[in-house]
């Protein structure tokens, strides 16, 4: 395909917001630098039309590297007996909650493996808590695959939203990452309980993982038209020396880039991270990934002590840092691209009055960050 043709297909997904399977099949694999820079500054079109230059971000506490789960992929997986286990007690979240929010965030992420010493009511505790200690914030959970019921519980408790990324669309891709004890019929499952229940849910996939193919991607596109996702967190594939992936090659940053310019067009008013793989593989990754139409960054909240313990792959960036270290650095970086990190619980687009309450509700202000 010559660039004229690439300009084409760019234009055309730019309009219709889709393209037919072997058309995004091709736009993919002949993807050059030039198709990129031209679909990034359609992607930042897009973008701005919908948020404007601003970027939110998110408080990432992870509180837990205890996981039930042995994906293949992953540094935290049980299986891992190298990894150093740590769990942060309530007080230590809330603790970095506070300190999180004098730092001007007003989204806290809860992230962990699949961690059963946290009870499903041990987590709503902490989500009411959370709540009550600052009520113009966001809740976002990430802790996995969970019944219905317990969603539910964690959504009255005032959780906003949940991330589950789907990591591959496809059945046959899912088991050749997972082990036979993990589903993807749960996984699909999950996602669409946490839709209707009526988080604002996060779907997304790894870039360049073992076995996936274009038609996978393409795939995980069709299915993310499906669920409507209001967050998309996609990244590169990254080994960890400990699991059985250990000699597979890392997933390059110009594809997670490439394919962050598609979801933009995709899905025009999606919370779209520049995420920390993405950072990992490439210095200026998270820089690069807001130039290709991402519009959200989660720097590190949790201790400094645990974080070289959550590893889920080799080289992670950030893992020194105290927290205010990282906001400085992330403002300096989003702010390089002529963008603003704003202090904002930073909804999805038309969310405003879906689930707010009390004084949350007349608090959808967007201050920009000193
Ligand atoms: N347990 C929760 C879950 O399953 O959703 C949240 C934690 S899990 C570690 C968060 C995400 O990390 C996964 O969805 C996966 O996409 C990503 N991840 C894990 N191992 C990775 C690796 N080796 N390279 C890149 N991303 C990885
Ligand atoms: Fe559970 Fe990675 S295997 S978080």
Redesign the pocket.
Known sequence: MNMEETRQLIDKLFEQADLEDAQLESLIDGRTDEAASYLFEKARVRRNENYGNKVFLRGLIEFTNY?R?N?Y????RCGNTGCERYRLSTQQIAQCADQGYELGFRTFVL????DPYYTDEMIAGIVRQLKEAHPDCAVTL????RTKETYRLWYEAGADRY???H?TADKAHYEKLHPASMSFENRMRCLYDLKEIGFQTGA???LE?PFQTTANIVKDLRFMQDLKPEMI?I??????KD?P?RDHE??SAKLTLFMLGILRLMFPEALIPATT?LGTVDGRGREKGIEAGANVVMPNLSPAGVREKYL??DGKICTGDEAAVCIDCMKRRIASVGCEAVVARGDVKGYAGRKLSGKAMTDTRQVIMP
């Open positions: 996981c789960n994906c992929y992953c540094g935290i992230q962990g493996g699949e990430s802790i996995g695959e991330l589950l990324r990591e997304g996939m790894m993982s967190g990244g590169p594939f990254i080994p960890h699991t992936f890392a997933g793989a889920l792959y």
